[in-house]
């Protein structure tokens, strides 16, 4: 089993994860073309260096802002920015989602709430799976915001400064894992930091009161050095997307990728990442479970609304049969695949945001091909390329469907023909 294993031993915030899956193979450049997709280009550059940290050579990401009032504004309006983990040039989350964080002079061109974040999301070219993961990542984080400080989720801001640079750090965070395509993502206990920042509230303790919120019920540790650590940004990435957390893992590691960050700490400052094979003895899925309703009086339009809402809280698939029931009734079976884990949350979803009044729910068992991923050069331009394997042998492979239908409608052909090219080429390369 491919894995990710997350060592957060010295925490993880957005830009130092995004440094980490760069240094672990992640093409910066594909990363870069990608974030165009979000169409905010004119915002921000990405600065992807080699650098080293106590000794230990990385990669370091920094998301630099065009705009130079902002940049400005950004030495004075947030006044425990120096405090971070990492000495950003650029705050972290939870200080610019406080809507009153601001200096009332500045202007208000990128001051973004949750719905207009997720707005621009959705509406970008991206493929599903990198927009439902990045908007379940500012959902994490706009829903801690808006219970500490006692605000809706729409009332949460994401300002000026931090607007842009928190969706660099999650959105690409969201492609950079998609890029990957693991099997799974596991992680060591998170360490948090300790002592004091100083905020427009005063001093607060560390962690920050939204970085613990996020990770409620995640293991923890704190106390390494009197600064923080981690991050609401890197939290909301690890609460996403990880599936097991331990302190040690049998695995076999294959690739290494170093995250740096800025400030000097008496450890290193570094985020270290692990791609690899999950041993046998390891393998140990969690349950996964169907849950089925038959729904016959729902107005249709619904459930998209539904599907959405269950895939950004767990579900692993959402699909609908038509069926016939008594009485001659055309109706949908509503089926979701989710982790057992899970099953209380997609009740709840089901039973209020549906008709039914009633589910059905039983165990499945899941045995899935091994997979790996190459990028193919063809005449439309680079394509993803999935590849199965079954005996440590290639026994089919499927170009990125989202990718050949872009190219398509960019070079005005059929995507059957885009399609073949990828096929082709991928071919050759094997």
């Not at 493929?127 to 219970?147: C, H, P, Q, T």
């Amino acid at each position: 089993m491919k894995i990710l294993y997350y060592e957060c031993k010295t925490g993880i915030s957005g830009d130092m994860n995004l440094g980490a899956l760069i240094d672990l193979g992640v093409n910066s450049n594909y990363l870069e073309k990608e974030l165009k997709k979000l169409n905010i280009d004119e915002e921000f550059d990405l600065e992807v260096t080699k650098a080293s940290k106590m000794g230990i050579t990385g990669t370091k990401v920094d998301v630099v802002l065009k705009n130079q009032s902002l940049k400005k504004n950004d030495s004075h309006s947030h006044s425990h920015s120096h405090n971070h983990t990492d000495n950003h040039n650029h705050n972290h989350i939870h200080e610019h989602t406080h809507d009153n964080y601001h200096n009332d002079n500045h202007t208000h061109d990128h001051n973004r709430n949750f719905r207009m974040i997720k707005e621009l999301i959705k509406t970008s070219d991206f493929n599903d799976y990198v927009k439902n993961l990045s908007i379940e990542m500012f959902r994490l984080i706009a829903e801690a915001e808006g219970k500490v400080h006692g605000k809706s989720l729409e009332a949460v801001h994401f300002h000026e400064v931090g607007a842009t640079d928190s969706i660099i750090d999650i959105v690409g965070a969201a492609i950079c894992l998609e890029y990957l395509d693991v099997e799974k993502v596991i992680s060591t206990p998170v360490q948090l930091g300790g002592g004091f920042v100083n905020c427009a509230h005063g001093r607060i303790p560390v962690p920050a009161p939204a970085t613990i919120e996020i990770l409620k019920n995640v293991p923890v540790k704190t106390g390494l050095v009197d600064f923080e650590t981690t991050t609401p940004t890197g939290a909301a990435i690890l609460k996403s997307t990880v599936n097991r957390f331990v302190e040690n893992l049998d695995f076999t590691v294959e690739t290494i990728g170093y995250g740096l960050g800025t400030k000097d700490f008496e450890v290193p400052n570094v985020l270290r990442v692990f791609l690899g094979e999950l041993n046998d003895d390891e393998v140990q899925e969690e349950q996964q479970v169907i849950v089925e309703t038959n729904i016959d009086d729902m107005n249709c339009e619904l459930y998209p609304y539904i599907e959405e809402k269950l895939l950004s809280k767990g579900a692993l698939d959402v699909y609908k049969t038509s069926i016939m029931m008594k009485k001659g009734r055309p109706a949908v079976k509503l089926s979701v695949l989710a982790l057992e884990k899970d099953l209380e949350t997609i009740q709840k979803i089901i039973f209020e945001e549906s008709t039914t009044a009633g589910i059905r729910w039983y165990p499945v068992h899941k045995v899935m091909l091994t997979r790996s991923f190459e990028k193919v050069n063809t005449k439309y331009g680079d394509i993803k390329v999935k590849n199965f394997y079954y005996n440590k042998r290639i026994i089919k492979s499927k170009p990125e469907f989202e990718e050949c239908k872009r190219l398509a409608l960019k070079h005005g052909v059929s995507i059957n023909e885009v399609i073949e090219s990828a096929q082709k080429n991928g071919e050759r390369n094997e």
